[in-house]
């Protein structure tokens, strides 16, 4: 595998599951990101982790919960979520925070929708 | 208003010029980007400007930057059908983590 995979594709879950997102980066990036896609927004920033520390927490609600357990792999718990919370949720990662140019690469996407 | 913005939509025919435009309000930003993505796909980093650059050129693309206006473009050259996508512009860099805009979706026909 190359680039940033994300799994799984697609999920539907209900108001009352519990289910993560998974996300793998094997170009040695320090930085990795989760964005929320939703139709004719702006891409919405939810969490910026550098070298495994969280770093950027965009007031998101607490029924999304990141974590990082190493520079290669990003996961998003969900949990109680809304139907508005019905998305594209994107991977990315770039080489680190500290370089200042953010070539961001991204992964396919997970299509989420809540029932 | 938003911090990037682009028009919705843009339609071409086949082998005509494409010009996708972006306003941005941050005039500290260092970089300037513009990504694609293809239907099912994330996106892709299609070219980036210094904030101290007017113009960089790559093949079939040229972007433009009115830094006085805080405008930005994207001019792609002889559009193909594979062109079809949705752009995005964003800015950022230094200490700025990309902003985005919502997208240009551009559709060429023949």
């Known amino acids: 595998e190359t680039g940033v995979t994300q799994t799984p594709r697609h999920l539907v879950m209900g108001m009352t599951n519990k289910k993560s997102l998974k996300c793998e980066q094997h170009?040695?990036?320090?930085?990795m990101y989760w964005y929320k896609q939703s139709a004719k927004k702006p891409l919405e920033l939810m969490f910026v982790?550098?070298?495994?520390?969280?770093?950027e927490n965009n007031s998101v609600p607490s029924r999304f919960s990141p974590e990082c357990p190493n520079s290669s792999h990003l996961f998003l718990h969900l949990h109680t979520l809304q139907p508005e919370d019905s998305a594209l949720y994107l991977c990315?990662?770039?080489?680190?925070?500290?370089?200042?140019?953010?070539?961001?690469?991204f992964g396919p996407g997970t299509r989420l929708t809540v029932t | 208003g938003e911090d990037v913005e682009q028009s919705l939509f843009l339609s071409v025919r086949e082998g005509d010029s494409s010009v996708i435009n972006c306003t941005y309000t941050?005039?500290?930003?260092?970089?300037l980007y513009w990504y694609k993505q293809e239907p099912g796909a994330g996106l892709q980093l299609l070219t980036y400007?210094?904030?101290?650059?007017d113009m960089k050129q790559d093949q079939r693309l040229t972007v433009l930057l009115n830094k006085k206006d805080k405008h930005l473009s994207l001019r792609i050259a002889d559009t193909q059908t594979g062109d079809s996508a949705i752009y995005f512009c964003?800015?950022?860099?230094?200490?700025?983590?990309?902003?985005f805009g919502r997208g240009t979706s551009l559709i060429v026909h023949p």
């Open positions: 941050d005039s500290s930003s260092t970089y």
């Open positions: 400007i210094f904030s101290n650059m």
């Open positions: 982790y550098s070298l495994e520390e969280r770093v």
């Open positions: 170009l040695g990036h320090n930085a």
């Open positions: 990315a990662s770039s080489q680190d925070l500290a370089s200042g140019s953010y070539e961001q690469y």
């Open positions: 964003a800015y950022g860099g230094g200490s700025y983590i990309p902003t």
